[in-house]
């Protein structure tokens, strides 16, 4: 569905979600997250302009979905039908229309090159047996 979120720490987010219950906990899979930006310019002295848009949640990531634990949600809406309009062509605009091979492209000249000496401790699969691997014992 097309949610409006607004989180415990004060951010509205937007996005498509699918709510599910992992391990006895709700968890909200949001698509395509982002929040809403007001831009107001004073027009004459009297007269103010305002207009809203939006920008991608997370800037920094590249990541196309996101996992919020439900316990971190205040509260959960449906997008207006115009929102979703706004919402579905702001997508396309930005990074909708484009084929698959344009997107490992695009995301490829996002991503930092990742060596030894940055950080790199490992991938996401050997993390996540070590820690199943911890939990378990």
Same mark, same amino acid.
């Given at each position: 569905f097309y949610g409006v979120f607004k989180l415990l720490n004060g951010e509205e987010i937007l996005g498509k979600a699918v709510l599910t219950n992992e391990s006895n906990e709700t968890?909200? @899979?949001?698509?395509d997250p982002v929040v809403i930006q007001v831009i107001e310019k004073r027009i004459s002295e009297d007269k103010m302009m305002r207009g809203m848009g939006f920008h991608r949640w997370m800037q920094l990531s590249d990541?196309? @979905?996101?996992?919020?634990?439900?316990?971190?949600?205040?509260?959960?809406?449906s997008m207006s039908k115009e929102v979703v309009l706004m919402y579905e062509t702001y997508l396309s605009t930005n990074e909708g229309n484009e084929t698959e091979e344009e997107k490992k492209v695009r995301i490829s000249r996002r991503r930092a090159k990742i060596n030894e000496a940055s950080g790199y401790l490992g991938k996401i699969d050997e993390a996540r047996a070590l820690f199943e691997k911890i939990y378990n014992s």
């Open positions: 968890l909200c @899979f949001i698509s990541e196309e @979905f996101y996992i919020i634990r439900l316990t971190d949600i205040i509260a959960v809406a």
